[in-house]
């Protein structure tokens, strides 16, 4: 089945205390991009990556780090987590370099950081 | 800067229709996106506009005015499980997806 994979679903840390969201696809798609949503805000891009070893900076950035060493992997990395980092984290993948728009979405992390 | 507006929350009867509104100012445009978000769920693919005019998919039609910076999503005959967030987005000049709030749609019998 054709899917995009995150772990963990549901997370409760304390600020300081370094973390990883692992986010997977098993569809050969070349862009993968993590996504954060907060009531009223919409969708924000934290990173995006266009293919293997190539990041960068979506719009919320700041205190998130990722990386892509395989195309099926690009995990999320909150090195020093803040209260203001509880959110839910949405991974999503796509086609192409110029992809198609058509994003297949995981299911979603939700983090509390306390 | 870049800002699409839709409507918070909208109430609508079952079996009836709603139009979600979708307005746009983007640094150029190269389509828009409708998905759909049920709550606490992951948003799914509705439908993609990239010229002028309707396109109908089911009880859904998407319909895009690049002049007007317009878009509406049509939703006919309309079931509980319709209940959800609506979420409107534009491909921007360097393919950037920039993404509205979200208008939840509260169905009621």
């Known amino acids: 089945e054709a899917q995009v994979t995150q772990n963990p679903r549901y997370l409760i840390t304390v600020t300081g205390k370094k973390l990883t969201v692992t986010c997977s696809q098993n569809m050969n798609h070349e862009y993968m991009s993590w996504y954060r949503q907060d009531p009223g805000l919409g969708l924000r891009q934290i990173y995006y990556s266009m293919n293997v070893e190539v990041t960068d900076k979506g719009d919320v950035p700041e205190g998130y780090k990722v990386s892509r060493k395989e195309k099926r992997n690009f995990p999320l990395i909150l090195e020093s987590p803040s209260p203001n980092q509880t959110s839910l984290y949405f991974c999503?993948?796509?086609?192409?370099?110029?992809?198609?728009?058509?994003?297949?979405f995981g299911e979603g992390s939700r983090l509390t950081v306390l | 800067g870049q800002n699409i507006d839709q409507p918070t929350e909208m109430t609508a009867t079952e079996g009836a229709i709603v139009q979600i509104n979708c307005t746009y100012q983007t640094s150029g445009f190269n389509g828009l996106f409708w998905y759909q978000q049920h709550a606490g769920e992951a948003p799914t693919f509705l439908s993609y506009n990239v010229l002028d005019g309707l396109e109908e998919k089911g009880r859904f039609s998407s319909f895009l005015s690049r002049s007007k910076g317009y878009s509406y999503l049509l939703l006919k005959e309309l079931q509980m499980k319709d209940s959800a967030s609506y979420l409107c987005a534009v491909f921007d000049s360097n393919y950037q997806l920039v993404w509205g709030a979200g208008t939840k749609l509260i169905i009621k019998p």
């Open positions: 999503a993948s796509s086609f192409g370099d110029r992809h198609t728009g058509e994003l297949f």
